[in-house]
């Protein structure tokens, strides 16, 4: 029988080992083992306080575990500024609150990085800024400032800004839940275009219709652990944990109770988790 011939495994883009984090005495991250390969688009869920953001600032620097590794695309993340400094240009972050700079125009938002931290021509940072900011649909509003924008288009623009340092990977911390429901779609489809176009990508969200359409793997925090992972249908339909199972049964029962009104933004499904659902 011919031997076929053997190719090593691709390395993982990310690779999260054996992380702890202290907060004081509370123990916020436990043992937290992760791999996500190139293209991925992993969606992070979990109860109030399970951790989920700490994870997303340790693996962009602006949180340092006390234990652990992370390689980032071949580059431990050491605590050192170089180090930090390597990775952050990798790794694109986007939060709940857009941290937009109120007295920068949107344009000034998206370019003062590449400027500053990437050393690019202030013509080359506006064109490629223009190229992301027509990307989500907001090249029209280039010259305005955040203020003018709803937060569904300040959200947008936090995300161009993020692209515009060209990251390898992409962060997402609850990127909806400061939006009115109207806007949460406009987001969402933006975010469901970047992994359709291939970016590696980690959300943390509570829009459970949303991570079971967009996501490749689910991975399920609680109490500073990842309880559980996989596929978004065998986590749904066939959770294997007590704890995952509760944290569906409070999230569907939670999306049962909303007002109707609150699922007006179309393709978004009604399963959307309470932040408390611990
Ligand atoms: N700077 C800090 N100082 C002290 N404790 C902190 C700090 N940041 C986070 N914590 C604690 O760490 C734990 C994990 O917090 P984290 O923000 O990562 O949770 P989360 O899963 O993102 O929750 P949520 O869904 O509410 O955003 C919580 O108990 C929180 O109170
Ligand atoms: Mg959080």
């Known amino acids: 029988m011919s031997e076929l011939p053997t190719h090593p495994p691709a390395q993982p883009l990310i690779a999260v ?14 043992n937290v083992s992760l791999t996500v390969n190139a293209h991925e688009r992993v969606v992070v869920c979990g109860p109030s306080g399970s951790g989920k953001s700490t994870l997303l600032r340790c693996l962009n620097g602006l949180d340092s575990p006390q234990s652990g590794r992370i390689v980032i695309d071949g580059t431990e993340l050491r ?35 590449p400027i500053w931290v990437r050393k690019m021509p202030k013509a080359a940072a506006e064109e490629s800024a223009l190229t992301q900011l027509t990307r ?5 509003h280039a010259h305005k400032y955040p203020s003018e924008l709803s937060g569904g288009e300040q959200q947008r623009v936090a995300i161009a800004r993020a692209l515009c340092l060209a990251p390898k990977v992409m962060l997402f911390d609850e990127p909806t839940s400061a939006l009115d429901p109207e806007m949460i779609k406009e987001v969402l489809d933006i975010i469901m275009g970047l992994a359709e176009a291939g970016m590696t990508m980690i959300c943390v969200t509570h829009e459970m219709g ?10 399920f925090m609680d109490r500073g652990e990842i309880v559980e992972q996989g596929a978004p249908d065998q986590m749904f339909d066939s959770p294997k944990t007590e704890r995952l199972q509760l944290f569906l049964s409070r999230t569907l029962n939670a999306a049962a109770t ?13 399963l959307h988790a309470s932040r408390n659902t611990r």
């Open 17 to 30: 080992s054996e992380l702890n984090k202290w907060h004081g005495t509370a123990h916020v991250l436990r």
């Open 79 to 113: 605590d050192t500024t170089a180090a930090r400094g390597i990775v952050r240009r990798e790794v694109g972050m986007v939060f709940q609150s857009f941290n937009l700079f109120p007295h920068m125009t949107v344009l000034d938002n998206c370019t003062l990085a």
């Open 136 to 140: 989500v649909h907001l090249s029209a």
């Open 210 to 219: 949303f991570a079971r359409r967009a996501a490749d793997r689910i991975v």
């Open 258 to 270: 909303a007002p109707r009104e609150f699922f007006a933004a179309g393709s978004v499904q009604p």
